[in-house]
């Protein structure tokens, strides 16, 4: 099966150089013909990919250990379900679904592009086939999945058993939707700077895509936080660890397009933001995947260290030369052309863009300092973990907070007067927030400011609902004809949601570490805790070590907690904490066993409180589905033309 796997790959890679040389030709010498051919060749390549795919599937599935890439990510014992997934799991695979995925996205858009101008698909489609090349180049030359092993093993290494967890087969495959779905936006920008077409046109074909991409990063990352909360057994979702970072650094750039390409839309300004912006949330994520697959910044989430971070780099040199060459030849072109006013829309989303990429800088500093540190001194220097919330805390509020302001003002220059009129309701319910807030006991500073500027948007988006439903004869024809702001305000909606769950979980949670005994009672603030024995039990391919903890609030029972130790058959030698918790609107109640005697029924737990979490979660979900409500909408004949008109 390697070997066949292994000449299809290759097939790939020829076929995707020659489909990118016949679409270059096609657009220097405008033959339909040509343009006909490439799509056929590349259509080839597309299939070749697919069934590269699969057989390495059908060899993870199958166990086919003469494969070494099968042997060092599957056993025996191994779930289906870890099995299929080990495609992502280790690096020459990820670098294969990457192709795949690059593949099938190149697909939908010779499907979606037919009635484009020869000249403008000939870019398009070279600028594909060109990626397909660069990772076809990577999957054959540097990290072959099918590369074979000179003897069989009776048996692999097995999954890493962090990643035998529900959330992390979801996580990967999520983010690299939302990476690769770049690759799309980005050819239609190279498109539009090479056919000198400076209209919305490309920002309209590639809207859907910003939009795929947008929603996929949002929930790779807060699936991967997820994951990292419910597996890794310390009681927290993010720790800006280098590939956690990696992957919010295009979030970041990515809403900043999203924002701007409206009003490139609708009102032809902020033309060169458009451009620029697409360039750098496409080159993040390039270089979310040189993160991870470099080594060359140590993290919990990255491959070991290797070569084939300098081919991102050259990658990520050339794309960009070139990209900002061509932004320079049309730069008056992209100026725009009026003074730009503030106290507008246009200004609140210019505003927006800057604080978006000054975010996106801090980050980015504090994730390659070590990298670049070493690089020229010979020491790595790293930042501390508190660096990352002094600096980002300020941005991200200053966010939150222009949001609402964008949510309440309309297109065109503002009086100062009639600016500051449509803040008066939101400012009073902010001060009336923050004093309730402290109220209540709240009162560290950082956390009452953020809720204030929670509640100054969460009121401006309540007015803007207001607005939508207004001159509304019913509930549907806004569903139906303002979709562009219904879905802005559930999208903001979710923003919210998740701020005030990650503000109250990250300033106010509560921890304690004990050692307790079989049939003991523990009281943490209004819980009571009944511990029970340890249990061992045998699965598949590990054995469990569990706690039994009966939670009972004020005297009454709640739940049941099982948190657990696992050791695993590929990895005797190590255990694995599982965690527990029981959810509650107000908050999560969070069990870790970190230790225990069997003889002596003793074990070591950690409880921590993590209140208002569960609003991060469903915030994401609010998030994900203001974003497809948007999609949906565009799929509508004429939508996408019509809905610059609900900006407003």
Not at 195 to 216: E, G, V
Not at 493 to 512: D, H, P, Q, R, W
Not at 600 to 629: D, N
């Amino acid at each position: 099966m390697g070997l066949s796997g292994n000449i299809f790959q290759v097939i790939v890679l020829l076929l995707s150089a020659v489909s990118a040389g016949m679409f270059i030709y096609s657009y220097k010498e405008r033959s339909e013909y040509y343009m006909k051919l490439g799509i056929n060749i590349l259509k080839a390549s597309i299939v070749s990919v697919t069934i590269a795919s699969i057989i390495l599937i059908v060899a993870l599935v199958i166990s086919d250990f003469s494969i070494e890439y099968v042997a060092r990510y599957t056993d025996l014992s191994l779930p289906l379900f870890y099995k299929i997934s080990g495609l992502w799991a280790g690096q020459a695979g990820s670098l294969l679904f990457w192709l795949l995925l690059i593949g099938l996205f190149t697909y939908i858009e010779i499907i979606r592009l037919k009635k484009q101008s020869l000249e403008y698909k000939s870019v398009v489609f070279a600028v594909l086939s060109l990626s397909m090349v660069f990772f076809g180049f990577l999957c054959v030359f540097e990290q072959n999945p099918f590369k074979m092993l000179d003897f069989i093993p009776r048996n692999g290494q097995g999954l890493n058993p962090m990643l035998q967890n529900p959330g992390m087969v979801i996580h990967p495959p999520t983010l690299y939707i939302g990476y690769v779905g770049f690759n799309i936006v980005i050819a239609h920008a190279f498109a539009a700077l090479i056919t000198n077409d400076f209209s919305n046109t490309w920002i309209k074909l590639a809207r859907a895509w910003t939009i795929i991409t947008w929603i996929f990063l949002t929930l790779g990352i807060v699936i991967g936080g997820w994951w990292a909360y419910v597996e890794l057994g310390w009681g927290g979702y993010w720790a800006w660890d280098p590939v956690e970072n990696a992957s919010l650094l295009p979030w970041l750039t990515a809403t900043a397009f999203i924002h701007t390409s409206m009003i490139y839309s609708a009102k032809g300004r902020l033309k060169a933001w458009g451009f620029i912006l697409a360039l750098i949330t496409f080159e993040l994520t390039i270089f979310g995947t040189f993160i991870t697959r470099s080594g060359v910044i140590e993290s919990v989430h990255s491959f070991s260290k290797d070569s084939i971070g300098n081919f991102f780099l050259i990658f990520m040199g050339l794309s960009s030369i070139i990209f900002i060459y061509l932004l320079y030849r049309h730069r008056r072109i992209l100026a725009d052309e009026a003074e730009f006013k503030y106290f507008s829309r246009e200004g609140v989303f210019f505003i927006a863009n800057w604080l978006f990429l000054a975010t996106t800088f801090v980050v980015l500093f504090g994730t390659v300092l070590p990298w670049f540190s070493e690089m020229f001194t010979g020491s790595k220097s790293t930042v501390e973990l508190s660096y990352f919330n002094r600096v980002s805390l300020p941005f991200f509020s200053a966010i939150i907070l222009l949001s609402g302001v964008g949510l309440l003002i309309k297109f065109g220059n503002h009086t100062v007067s009639s600016f500051l009129k449509v803040l008066i309701i939101p400012t009073v319910a902010m001060v009336v927030a923050m004093a309730v807030f402290v109220g209540l006991g709240y009162t560290i500073p950082s956390s009452v400011i953020l809720i204030g500027f929670m509640a100054f948007s969460l009121t401006a988006l309540i007015i803007r609902k207001w607005q939508l439903f207004k001159g509304s004869s019913s509930i549907l024809s806004v569903l139906k004809y303002k979709n562009t702001a219904l879905s802005a305000v559930i999208i903001h909606f979710g923003v919210i949601l998740m701020a005030f769950g990650v503000t109250m979980s990250a300033f106010y949670n509560k921890e304690t570490d004990e050692v307790v005994i079989q049939d003991s009672t523990l009281q943490v603030d209004q819980y009571e805790l009944k511990i029970g024995k340890i249990v061992e039990k045998r699965y598949d391919n590990f054995n469990a070590f569990y706690l039994e903890i009966e939670v009972l609030e004020d005297g009454k029972f709640v739940s049941y907690a099982y948190p657990e130790m696992r050791l695993y058959d590929s990895r005797p030698e190590q255990y694995f904490a599982e965690v527990s918790y029981y959810s509650m609107v107000k908050g999560d109640l969070y069990f870790i066993l970190s230790g225990f005697d069997l003889e002596k029924s003793e074990a070591r737990i950690q409880i921590i409180f993590q209140p208002f979490i569960g609003f991060m979660w469903v915030g994401c979900a609010v998030m994900s589905l203001g974003g497809f409500y948007t999609l949906m909408r565009f799929r509508k004949k004429g939508d996408i033309k019509g809905s610059e008109k609900t900006l407003e």
